[in-house]
């Protein structure tokens, strides 16, 4: 007789666990969110001025790559995106509905080529997985521009020059880390312009003003964010791991570190955003290259709703100023 694996966890929607140890991200939430999460395969003809496709590199890591259709204004060569997605570290891929749009509307609307690593995820792959599949994803556009590895789309279009790192929620923390790992190799011939850490989940262990305060959103409760980073981070630790506290005691202090420009973006109502403002504070305090941007009156990454963004004109007019200024920022790099 086959036993039935019993449910040992779940996060509200997203994902649940067996006693067999595997895995289920099946999406169970209301149905009209499904489609967020939905694969979208990749198109190598330019669609609505953006074309698509998957490369694998040498070392199995799978990365989406985002092209923007040349126009008369785009120089030679283009700045270079590397994209962490979010998800606690446990769920989403770069192909999702959400992330395809948002992605192919960054890139039309910062002119940049934007590559995506399909990180390996928790409770599968505890951390560090996801920061070493980011900091691979590095090191292989440094093989490309070095011709060790071929990429036409790259090294056709892309500026080795002007590599920017940009992340939402637990990709804002891989951003951090991989900016820090950087500083301490020889990238060259690629230069690594600035890092852009979007609503990051940086945290600690004791409940911060904001999150005992804020609304709790679809992309972030209370509930995903204690449950999603207990699954990830390595067997034994609290959320004061650096990966998930870089300005707490037990991180390495800011002031060692050679960190590239930082653009840190923030959402005035996120749950978070206490904590982020202490990564803030840290970073000054560090005599670092840091810029703040705000979202006012908006929560977590509020911008990966398609919903809102499109029937929203609010959402849709902070969408519009959230590119924008990380355009600015990757112009004046």
Known sequence: MVQEKK??????????IYDDGSVDRTWTGPDQFKFMAEPVPPHEQFI??????????????????????????????????????????????????????TYSRFCRSTRSIILSPFLRRAPEHRLPAAMDDGFDTLLWVQSVAQAGSHEPWLEQHGDFNRVFLIGDSSGGNIVHEVAARAGSVDLNPVRLAGGIPVHPGFVRSSRSRSEME????????????????????????????????PMGEAAPPLEGMKLPPILLCVAEMDLVRDTEMEYYEAMKKANKDVELFISKGM???????????????????????FIRRVKEFIDKH
């Open 7 to 16: 449910l040992v966890d779940e996060v509200s929607g997203w994902l649940r």
């Open 48 to 101: 609505n001025g953006v074309a698509t496709r998957d490369v694998t590199t040498n070392s199995g890591l799978r990365i989406r790559l985002y092209v923007p259709e040349k126009t008369p204004e785009d120089g030679d060569k283009l700045p270079i995106l590397l994209h962490f997605q979010g998800g606690g570290f446990c769920i989403s891929e770069p192909d999702w509905f959400m992330y395809h749009e």
């Open 214 to 245: 804020m609304p709790q959103s679809p992309f972030l409760t209370l509930d995903m964010l204690d449950k999603f980073l207990s699954l990830a981070l390595p067997v034994g630790c609290t959320k004061d791991h650096p990966f998930t506290c």
């Open 299 to 321: 929560t977590h990454s509020f911008y990966l709703n398609k919903v809102a963004v499109d029937l929203d004109p609010n959402v849709g007019a902070q969408m519009e100023a």
